[in-house]
């Protein structure tokens, strides 16, 4: 089975109907009376005053189409703005928000408490700490390039046992067992990982761990634990190296699959395929992790959930507190434009994103309104 995400012909045609002022909010964006500006700034009865200068950031690259979408929305609502995102990796984000490199971070995992702590980030200002906010769910495809294959069903065990090097060879018996009438090539298996540090990585070895366990003995971790198989740099290196190659097998964020092969995953008769309404159930059904501050929001993802658990949660890491009060405005405008319903709404037109649910949109859009 193939997955086929293309860009969303409506979000072209919105973008031809860019705002008749400067300072006018299309319809459907945020105010600033209601999660923070999207496109202006004002106090009540005073005039509109129009967000301009460059926010920098840099993260996650399976968020890269939805940045994408998110940029161009607000950059034509609001034309004096530019907002680079440079989708170098979660680890590279969170390096770079950190160091004052970059005025916020898109990272496939918030940041863990004990990284949390005020002075460590030096946008913010010295008593302020950083918030994490999800603001993307999206399932991990796991793809393959194998010649006369296009249908292909694989339990957590044997998915552990082909990214570990167990199983060599596509024409081992525990890969026909579960592909009955499927005629696999005698080809060997290339597994295709991250070169980089990545938060997809961490969400996929997480998956492992926990439902392969016995056989995926390694922890979850952003670099990946095993040696052999190829080695490709970000989520678009990934899906060329495994649908150019031949044998090959390979994860990366659902929405950058493109015209790949796409296994199906799950315990042996419950195979899923990786949708959007399968991952927003997982994110739905998992809790929030405790501990953390007012607005700093983060999700325990429950690895263990029916249908498709192979998850992620992409969030945004921004200061609490900012240096730069008008850094901050830029921030907490382009925030709230990602996490309203006309920003959920566009990544998951384009990118093939799940939208945040209304409950979970309700804690988002208050952290996001505490942003100083």
Known sequence: MKIRL????????????????????????????????????????????????????????????????????????????????????????????????ADFAGSDRALKIEENVAGAFAGCTPTSTAIDVPVYVSPIAVIFSVEGVTDLKLTPEVLAKLFRGEITNWNDPAIAALNPGVNFPDLAVTPVHRSDESGTTENFTDYLAVAAEGVWTDKPSQEWPVQGGEAAKGTSGVVQAVTSGKGTIGYADASQAGAASVAMIGPDGAFELPTEGAAAAAVENSPLEEGRA?????????????????VLVSYVIACSEYQDAEKAALVKGYLSLIVSEEGQSAAAETAGSAPLSDTLREKVIAAVDSIK
Do not use: H
């Open 294 to 310: 007012a607005g700093d929001i983060a999700i325990k993802l429950d690895r263990r959930a029916a249908g498709y658990p192979i």
């Open 6 to 101: 293309t860009a969303a012909l409506g979000l072209s045609a919105a973008l031809l109907l860019t705002a008749c002022a400067a300072n006018e909010v299309p319809a459907g964006t945020p105010s600033a009376d209601s999660t923070g500006s999207a496109g202006t700034t004002s106090a009540p009865g005073t005039p509109a005053v129009e967000l301009s200068g460059t926010l920098s950031a840099k993260g996650a690259s399976s968020a890269k189409v939805a940045q994408e979408t998110w940029t161009a929305l607000f950059q034509t609502a609001n034309p004096a703005v530019t907002v680079n995102y440079s989708p170098d990796g979660s680890g590279a984000g969170r390096e770079a928000f950190m160091a004052g490199g």
